[in-house]
């Protein structure tokens, strides 16, 4: 709720009427500072958090822990409730048969919120900065956040999602963050914010010291390897750069050649199949003969005269 406007009216959030409207239910609050008024609830609390958090369970993420609940509710509902007939699975099967059909779609938590991207590329959110494509830069992003983590969607759909759960200040960053044009300031690869954390694999490392060594603008050349990353995955890039510097190459359009290569896809041959309008259809071959009259053909005759 967003305010308190009565005893049990409240004025509500955009996003509990978004659950409202697509669950189709009615809501009813308390009285505050009233918990007899919910004792069942809180008696319910109670019982899961003893009977299905202790011990505390060992997880390694979110997903985990979820699956792991779910698996102790089942187990659940093997037992029987004193004064009801039935075990709590029969109860429930009773239940929902009163209750409307779930829609076919979850529905989608999440927070939204139109921010402005700085002039370093981060767009700032609930206490942290998120780095968005330079490109972007002075410009308004729209911020959906969700319990595991925070998109940006630009004016062309992308999703770049970074971890939810941050410190205060945290800036979590994109591959495409990176110094602006080839002719930028070198040094931007080294002290812009969004990648002073930024762990790349050994090889990229390899390659920098080889075209800094060996071209008097070798960083400059490091960042257009780096701006690959706009276009395909850091798996895909690290790829082609290990494979480059197996034959001994360095330049920057050497490792995008490859990468490009190694990325493409064949063209799938066009099938008739489902196609039986297309059936009938015949186009002559061509006859190449034609074109050998091109290599006969007399000669202006501007050109005649000036031969003659």
């Known amino acids: 709720m967003a305010k308190i406007?009565?005893?049990?009216?409240?004025?509500?959030?955009?996003?509990?009427?978004?659950?409202?409207?697509?669950?189709?239910?009615?809501?009813?609050?308390?009285?505050?500072?009233?918990?007899?008024?919910?004792?069942?609830v809180e008696k319910l609390v109670d019982y899961a958090r003893s009977?299905?958090?202790?011990?505390?369970?060992?997880?390694?993420?979110?997903d985990q822990l979820n699956a792991e609940l779910a698996a102790r509710c089942q187990r659940d509902q093997e037992r029987s409730v004193r004064g009801k007939s039935g075990t709590v699975a029969t109860l429930l099967a009773e239940d929902r048969a009163k209750m409307l059909p779930l829609p076919a779609r979850p529905f989608e938590a999440r927070r939204t919120a139109d921010v402005s991207a700085d002039?370093?590329?981060?767009?700032?959110?609930?206490?942290?900065?998120?780095?968005?494509?330079?490109?972007?830069?002075?410009r308004t992003v729209k911020v959906v956040a969700t319990v595991s983590e925070v998109t940006n969607r630009l004016r062309r759909p992308t999703h770049c999602p970074a971890p939810a759960v941050l410190g205060p200040g945290t800036v979590p960053l994109r591959s495409d963050s990176l110094p602006g044009p080839v002719g930028a300031e070198a040094g931007r690869v080294d002290f812009a914010r969004p990648l002073e954390k930024w762990e790349l694999p050994e090889c990229y490392g390899v390659l920098r010291r080889r075209l800094e060594a060996d071209e008097r603008h070798g960083t400059k050349a490091f960042i257009?390897?780096?701006?690959?990353?706009?276009?395909?995955?850091?798996?895909?890039?690290?790829?082609?750069?290990?494979?480059?510097?197996?034959?001994?190459?360095?330049?920057?359009?050497?490792?995008?050649?490859?990468?490009?290569?190694?990325?493409?896809?064949?063209t799938e041959l066009f099938r008739l199949d489902g196609r039986p309008q297309l059936a009938g259809v015949r186009v002559p071959p061509t006859d190449v003969a034609a074109y050998a009259s091109l290599l006969t053909a007399p000669a202006p005759a501007a050109e005649q005269g000036v031969a003659s």
Not at 51 to 62: E, G
């Open 5 to 40: 406007v009565g005893p049990r009216e409240r004025e509500l959030t955009h996003e509990f009427l978004r659950l409202k409207s697509y669950y189709l239910f009615a809501s009813h609050f308390c009285l505050v500072r009233r918990p007899n008024e919910k004792g069942h």
């Open 51 to 62: 009977n299905f958090l202790v011990p505390v369970p060992a997880v390694d993420s979110l």
């Open 119 to 138: 002039s370093l590329s981060l767009a700032r959110f609930d206490t942290n900065s998120y780095s968005v494509p330079t490109k972007y830069a002075h």
């Open 224 to 266: 257009r390897v780096l701006r690959l990353l706009e276009t395909h995955t850091l798996a895909q890039l690290t790829d082609a750069v290990e494979y480059a510097l197996d034959l001994g190459i360095e330049d920057p359009d050497s490792v995008r050649v490859i990468l490009e290569y190694r990325t493409d896809r064949p």
